[in-house]
């Protein structure tokens, strides 16, 4: 996400529910993202193997401020710590910060 706010054109994040997967496939334009996400039954699989679930087109401002909610969100009920309990990784800190440094910088270029 950081990387669209800072101007990048297109993001991917895979997350894994073995066995299906689920890509979020982000493309910004503007001010604004689309946003398509893709169930997969392999994750190793190609975009056309996906079947699109979901798919919206939002500010990248509304995208922004929900991510770093929800990561916030996440820290606030498992912890830093507790994430690495939970689901084998460590929490993201630097990169929530980052996002979150980068989402303030852009703010008033994206009027939210």
């Known amino acids: ?16 529910a073995e066995p299906t997967a689920f890509r979020w496939i982000l493309y910004r334009e503007g001010t604004d993202v689309w946003i398509r996400v893709l169930k997969l039954t392999d994750g190793s699989k190609h975009d056309n193997a996906g079947t699109e679930i979901w798919s919206s087109q939002q500010s990248i401002g509304t995208v922004a401020r929900a991510v770093v909610r929800c990561f916030d969100e996440v820290a606030r009920t498992y912890g830093e710590s507790g994430c690495r309990g939970k689901w084998g990784e460590h929490f993201p800190c630097f990169e929530l910060e980052a996002l979150r440094e980068a989402w303030h910088t852009s703010r008033p270029l994206d009027n939210t």
Do not use: S, W
């Open 1 to 16: 996400m950081a990387r669209l706010v800072t101007g990048e054109a297109e993001a991917r994040v895979q997350f894994e």
